[in-house]
Every structure is written in structure tokens, then in C-alpha cells.
């Protein structure tokens, strides 16, 4: 069976890694974080000390890092993965990162001969472990279906985006939408309790009604209202606040290119910066409910 190189094991990469180990895929497993990495060893894959030791003998090589950064500094350069990987190997990179980053990557990949996806996630970390995530893909579609049953094993929906980049121009609009949703929906929140509704009542009509959205179905924000979402754990795992601010950053960039307007997007960022001024940055981005109590 296809032998993958995992690299990344934080909130996302962790759950993701198991899915592919219950599938039967052989891993060997690398993250800056030496915990996780003897979790998952636990669990049946091989442990490696370092990036360059977890693509020894690596078919596919699957990424799930922070940001730009992060994922040009892996793979670009001299000490870059890409000028260790033979000519043939399969990179699939699931972080969120600027479109350009992305495109960069890809342009290094294919001088190499990698075949290379951009394959950012939506779902979340209970989508992660469920293994129901949704992958919206940018590249060749023959480097996708080569890629396809390993992405079935960790999520449910899989779209072809378009050429290079294209996966990561359609998650920052995706998230752009999931903070403005989640912005809205704790500000309402705010409103109703203050002005004397149960939390829980006030979140069910609402989901049951047109301002139902992904926020109210899965993620509440208020605590105590939806016992598995973060809010309720005092706003610990989930998504990171400051995760959600390079998105909208992101977003911003992306839209800038074309000349487009995002002020939705453009006074979210600004929230979700000043949550990261008061510390919240490692919290859940539902921890944005704090700015309305
Ligand atoms: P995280 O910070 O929990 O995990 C990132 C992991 O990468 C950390 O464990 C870190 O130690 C590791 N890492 C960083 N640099 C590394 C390197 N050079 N080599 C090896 N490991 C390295 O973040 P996350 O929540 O898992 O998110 C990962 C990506 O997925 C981000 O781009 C995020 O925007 C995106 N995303 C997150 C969610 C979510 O709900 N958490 C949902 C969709 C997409």
C-alpha cells in the first residue's frame, strides 16, 4: 500500500493522520511538537525525527502546517523537501496559505517532476475526526485522482477547485463567510440574552430559522449552549482566533488583487485582530462572543 509521509499533527493533522492509519495506509509521522508524534506512534505509525527522515521512501507526502510560511520554508530552497523528493512523488498540502504561496510551490514542484495538490479543508476539527472533511483541490486533475482515495479516507466531500492555487482562492472565501457567520451569530446571541431569552432557546430558533447558519448547527458560540463545540469547553481546541486572522488576511489580499471590495470581510478581520490584541489568539475563533458580554 502507498506509503505516506505526514507532516503537521496540530489540531487538523492529528485526527487527519488517524483516519489514514484506520484506512491501512503505512505512515511515518513528523511535528515540531514531539508529543503527538509518539501519540500517533502509539497508535501504528513510524515515528520520524525530522521531515527530511519522514519522506525517506515516502510515495505521498501530505502537509497540514499553520501558514504560508510554514509550508514554503518546508518545501522551497535547498534544504526544502522538494529538491530531496524523487520525480513521480505525490505532495498533498492541506494548509490554509495565500493562493500565491500556494502557485509558488506548485511552480518548484512541477520544475522537480512532484506532482503537487493544494488541498485546504473545511470542517473543522470534529469533520477531521469524523473523517468528513471537505477538500477543495487545486491542480491537475490527474494529480487528484491520484490522490482521491487518500483524501476519501479523511473526508466526504472532494471538489476540484481549478488549476494551482485555485483550492486555496476557494477556502479563504469559504472562511471569509464562516467569520462573518460566526461574528453575526454571537453578536445576536448577545443581544437576545441580554435582553432576556434562554441562550439555548434563542440559539434553536434561530438555527431553525433564516438566520440559521453553520455556526448555529455545529459550533455555537455562546457556552453551555452545544456541549461538543469549543465555546462550551471554555473556547480550548477547535480553531485558532489567530488562524482565523490570516484567513481574513488572506481574503483580503486575494480580493485586493482584482481591485474587488470585501468590507464584510474587512471589518471582521479587524475583530478578530483585536481578540488577538487581548490574548485570545490560541482560543477557538468562537472566543470572538467575548467581545459582545
Ligand atoms: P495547529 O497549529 O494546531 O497545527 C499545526 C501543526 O504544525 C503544529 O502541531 C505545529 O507544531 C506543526 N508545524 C509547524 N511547522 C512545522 C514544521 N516545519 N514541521 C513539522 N511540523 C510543523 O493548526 P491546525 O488547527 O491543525 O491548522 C492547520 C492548518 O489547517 C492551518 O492552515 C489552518 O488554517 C487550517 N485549518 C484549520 C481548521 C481547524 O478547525 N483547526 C479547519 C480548517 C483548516
Known sequence: MTQIAFIGLGHMGLPMARNLLKAGYPLKVFDLVRSTVETLSGEGAVAADSAVEAIDQAQVVI??????????????????????????????????????????????????????LDAPVSGGTGGAAAGTLTFMVGGEA????????????????????????????????????????????????????ANGLDPAVLAEIMRQSSGGNWTLEKYN????????????????????AELMAKDLGLAQETASHNGNSAPMGALALQLYRLLLKQGKGK????????LFV
Not at 524523487?86 to 493562493?99: D, R
Not at 452545544?226 to 480550548?236: D, I, L, R, W
Not at 482560543?283 to 467575548?290: A, E, I, L, P
Request: charged fraction near 15%; charge should be neutral; proline fraction near 6%.
Open 283 to 290: 482560543q477557538d475563533f468562537s472566543v470572538v462572543q467575548q
Open 142 to 193: 490527474e494529480a487528484l485522482e491520484r490522490a482521491r482515495p487518500m483524501l476519501a479516507a479523511m473526508g466526504k466531500n472532494i471538489f476540484h477547485a481549478g488549476p494551482d492555487g485555485a483550492g486555496q482562492v476557494a477556502k479563504v472565501c469559504n472562511n471569509q463567510v464562516l467569520a462573518v457567520q460566526m461574528i453575526a451569530t454571537a453578536e445576536a446571541m448577545a443581544m437576545g440574552v
Open 63 to 116: 502537509s497540514m502546517l499553520p501558514a504560508s510560511r510554514h509550508v514554503e520554508s518546508l518545501y522551497l530552497g535547498e534544504e526544502g523537501l522538494l529538491a530531496r523528493l524523487p520525480a513521480g512523488t505525490l505532495v498533498i498540502e492541506c494548509s490554509t496559505i495565500a493562493p500565491e504561496a500556494a502557485r509558488k510551490v506548485h511552480a518548484a514542484a512541477r520544475e522537480r517532476g512532484v506532482a503537487l
Open 221 to 240: 458560540p455562546w457556552p453551555g449552549v452545544m456541549e461538543s463545540a469549543p465555546a462550551s469547553k471554555g473556547y480550548s481546541g477547535g480553531f485558532m
